[in-house]
């Protein structure tokens, strides 16, 4: 089963920045292409940011310029870069293959932006 392991949220206030990592288990890692995701409560989860098996990037309209994902084949991780946050990046974020192909989903991590 594949497992996800999410960190790095927190409290921040506007304009800061932090990063997300998510750690991966259970999967032939390099053969997805992989996203981060976010939920807020009463709405669905949607996609954030997307990276390819070959590095290529997808971004959500309102986080282009903002944020960064990238991948560590390695390691089996994939790090979000989120900078000049605003309080509606506030939720939890999750990681999943992109599209999602997996039914098991980690904790999240919260991300509250707020002064």
């Known amino acids: 089963q594949v497992q996800f392991v999410e960190s790095g949220g927190g409290l921040v206030q506007p304009g800061g920045s932090l990063r997300l990592s998510c750690a991966t288990s259970?999967?032939?890692?390099?053969?997805?292409?992989w996203g981060w995701y976010r939920q807020v409560p009463g709405k669905e989860r949607d996609i954030v940011a997307g990276?390819?098996?070959?590095?290529?990037?997808h971004y959500q309209d309102s986080v282009k310029g903002r944020f960064a994902i990238s991948r560590d084949n390695n390691k089996n991780t994939i790090d979000l870069q989120m900078s000049s946050l605003t309080p509606e990046d506030t939720a939890v974020y999750y990681c999943?293959?992109?599209?999602?192909?997996?039914?098991?989903w980690g904790q999240g991590t919260q991300v509250t932006v707020s002064s």
């Open positions: 990276i390819t098996r070959g590095g290529r990037f």
């Open positions: 259970g999967s032939n890692f390099s053969a997805y292409a």
């Open positions: 999943n293959a992109w599209p999602v192909a997996f039914d098991s």
